[in-house]
């Protein structure tokens, strides 16, 4: 692979309004076409984006069928996005969006390329208001899947999920190149705690972390009148990286001045890599300690 990967994020606005389903993937295919003609190898969108489909939801729709009804636009959505893919020329993560499993809802990312390969990564800790029963009432994944993607190997870990430091201690011994967050914050406290535990994975794990969040408010939301976030890329905190570990990090926003958040960046894969074999300042590595003991008990 070259020494470089250029992917895009697109911090999706929620606010405007589309009339059905056809309105909104052409919108995201304006978005891959774009990106693509930029050079852009990727285009990640955020945790839920899907949410955006409220704006066209059958009247009477309880909240507690909205999982129901977008899984099923869902279904109905995934090939058209896959064609996408296909004739745009660009792998996409087109956010996430509720899924049907064995009669249960489950939060899924759908990773797809241009040649039609396809996986997905449910969510694996849900919020509390993802469990509610009398809302969303969601059900987690247990397996965290490593794909191959151009050559990047490449782990999907949606909004909370990225703020589990054990699954850096999963994920360390694969040696992923890229962690992709998709997320949905409500507040700017939301946005700084994944925010700032992606960077934190992108020490540990000596890799690239790519993060993007929903920003405005859909139309026909029942639950999210508010969602903060933006764009951002952490690396590891090495010198040949420019020291500070921040690629990007553009300001949050609750977009509700219809911002449109969307940057393309070159990721230094070959220099990651490099430095993940031999010539990290202080990395330990995938670090383990079998016979380290934590001792309780003591009072000065």
Not at 24 to 34: G, I, N, P, Q, S
Not at 189 to 218: D, N, P, Q, W, Y
Not at 255 to 269: S, T
């Amino acid at each position: 692979m070259t020494k470089t990967y250029r992917m895009a994020l697109w911090a999706t606005n929620l606010g405007p309004r589309f009339a059905g389903l056809e309105n909104w993937l052409d919108h995201v295919e304006a978005k891959a076409r774009d990106a693509a003609a930029k050079g852009a190898r990727l285009l990640v969108m955020p945790e839920y984006a899907a949410e955006a489909w409220l704006g066209f939801k059958p009247p009477g729709l309880r909240s507690d069928q909205e999982m129901a009804w977008l899984a099923e636009i869902g279904s109905e959505a995934l090939p058209a996005l896959c064609r996408i893919a296909h004739q745009a020329g660009i792998s996409l993560l087109p956010g996430s969006m509720p899924w049907t499993l064995e009669g249960r809802q489950r939060n899924r990312a759908w990773l797809m390329t241009p040649n039609g390969r396809l996986t997905a990564q449910d969510k694996l800790c849900l919020t509390p208001f993802e469990k509610d029963p009398l809302t969303w009432d969601l059900e987690p994944s247990d397996t965290l899947r490593l794909v191959e993607l151009d050559g990047l190997r490449i782990a999907v870990l949606v909004c909370l999920d990225v703020e589990l430091p054990a699954l850096s201690c999963l994920l360390a011994p694969l040696r992923p190149d890229l962690i992709l967050v998709p997320s949905m914050t409500a507040n700017a406290s939301g946005h700084a705690r994944v925010f700032g535990c992606a960077k934190a994975r992108a020490v540990e794990l000596m890799a690239a972390v790519a993060c993007t969040g929903v920003i405005g408010v859909s139309p026909g939301t029942t639950q999210n009148d508010s969602n903060v976030s933006g764009n951002a890329v952490y690396l590891p905190c090495e010198p040949a990286l420019g020291y500070t570990g921040t690629l990007l990090e553009t300001q949050a926003t609750d977009g509700k001045a219809g911002e449109l958040l969307f940057d393309l960046v070159d990721l230094p894969i070959a220099t990651i890599r490099q430095l993940r074999a031999a010539g990290a300042e202080v990395w330990p590595g995938a670090w383990v300690e079998p016979g380290l003991a934590v001792e309780e008990g003591w009072q000065l």
